[in-house]
């Protein structure tokens, strides 16, 4: 190694690299493997060399499985090193030694022989072998390696000289023993696996859900409690209830769980605790954690394509060209889009800015769709602002036919004012009444939509201010607003229309007190009944809730959830009116 080729000598080449592949390296190999008695010796990396060339004419052995426990793994390496190669090498040796290294210079592993050989002999000078080559006997005379090594062995009598064969003795023995103690590990740790099963199901079985004491619950109150701990216990406490005859606590009542649930979903989702109890009366406690955690998170982005002015796949493919990352809405409608992140200020847009699309909640499409106004119709829309809706209506009848828009709010109606210029609507008309008087303002509509001001608790996403400001007596404020409206929409519809005589009432909220009440009283005051929304998804409304029992027909109204229909909670009933005269006594609804 490191000695320079005689230029005068021709080598004859071997073939390159498939040299690896070629039969007889063993051959090769046995000039250069030292006998007992013989004076020739390879240094360390000549041996490896000639070793790795052996290992490739046999057959690919199969990887062996990782071994378990303890195994002397140095046995291979921890050998004795050669000393250098002498001088009075022949010169067969030479030159197959160096035809060797400009094989490795093919070599595909990686290894770069030719930088070694540069410094081949400099390292030659440096090396020092495993059992110290620098070493010298105590009257100063340089040992060579055999004497070197006879001397280690007279130290460590126990060792064995090595051997092929015995190496392959050794390791024979090695892969027995470590078979064994492989075998012996795998049992233990079934063991081990076994007692951690057992121990777990134990655990289990031991670990209950158990209500905490008046005591520790008053010190809750005091000091503030860890979010964590009481979603953990929310979760737990569901879980009873979800199965309160198989893991409840001996002589503990229903009532006592749903107390410790009530305050902490009033603690964790910052409610108030009289809305915690509406909506506890109105979910089952599986769904109403559900509920809970969508209205965390904010609705989609949904925008209402202007047919007015230009087709949805028109409409869809300008704003992909423009960095909107959109899909349909559904199959239930024809003209909403989806809208899942934007590079553009969605509200911006050229499209936007010339009325191609409103900027409109999926929910808000639902009543337009059920109230399905044709063409050359009077239609009233009694609480309009910001104009969605209004929109909505005229596109559908193809600007034919008249709307009024109307609002009680002055501020509010601003907003319809531009929303109907940008969008192209010609057959509206805006008015500022209070919904309340409008049947003596003017009547005779063939269709009435009646979006009533709420309680708002359907969109607590938009507004989490409803969380906390809302109490018993804001709902009965609402409810008995909505039932004045309802009654004056139902007398602004005209019952002769040839093609009407519809009104549809809706809000945005969930609460019963604001939705099928309100219904139900209307059916009672008035010439009226319910009729199919049209709407093939969502939730039928109650016909019983708590004490209350309402019209069996109030199944034809529609309930929209977030959690189920990942739009904003909503209520929708259709009505058609049987005549124009009022009745002077309340009307037998019958049940």
Known sequence: MGRKLDPTIKVKRGPGRKARKQKGAETELSKFLVDDDGPKKLTSRARKRAIK???????????????????DENSKWLKPAQGKRKIEQSEEDEDSDSQWEEDDDEDEEGFDNKEMEEKGEDDDEDMVDDYGADEQDSDGEELLPIERAARKQKKQPSKKPESDDDDDEDEEE?????????????????????????VQANIDETEKFILPAAADRAKEGLLPMDLQTIHQRIKDNVDVLSHFSEKREEGKERSEYLSLLRSDLCTYYSYNEFLISKLMDLFPVSELIDFLEANEIHRPVT?????????????AQALINRGVNLDPLGKWSKVGLVIYDSSVPVGATPEYL???????????????????????????????????????????MRNTGMIVANDANADRLKSVVGNIHR?????????NYDGRQFPKVMGGFDRVLLDAPCSGTGVISKDPGVKTGKDEADILRSAHLQKELILSAIDSVNADSPTGGYLVYCTCSIMVEENEWVVDYALKKRNVKLVSTGLDFGKEGFIRFKERRFHPSLKLSRRFYPHSHNMDGFFVAKLKKLSNAIPTTPRETGL
């Open 174 to 198: 090695k892969d027995d023993d470590d078979d064994d103690e492989e075998e012996k590990d795998d049992l233990k740790e079934d063991e081990e696996e076994e007692e951690e099963d057992t």
């Open 53 to 71: 060339r052996a290992q490739v004419t046999e057959e690919p052995k199969q990887e062996e499985k990782p071994k378990k426990g303890f195994s």
């Open 354 to 396: 010339s009325g191609q699309y409103m900027l409109q909640g999926a929910s808000s499409f639902l009543p337009v769709m059920a109230l399905s106004p044709q063409e050359g119709e009077l239609v009233l829309d009694m609480s309009s602002a910001p104009g969605g809706k209004t929109t909505y209506m005229a596109q559908l």
């Open 303 to 315: 925008i209402r394509t202007n047919t007015l002015k230009t087709r949805r796949r028109d409409l």
């Open 423 to 431: 969008l192209g609507v010609t057959n509206a008309v805006i008015c």
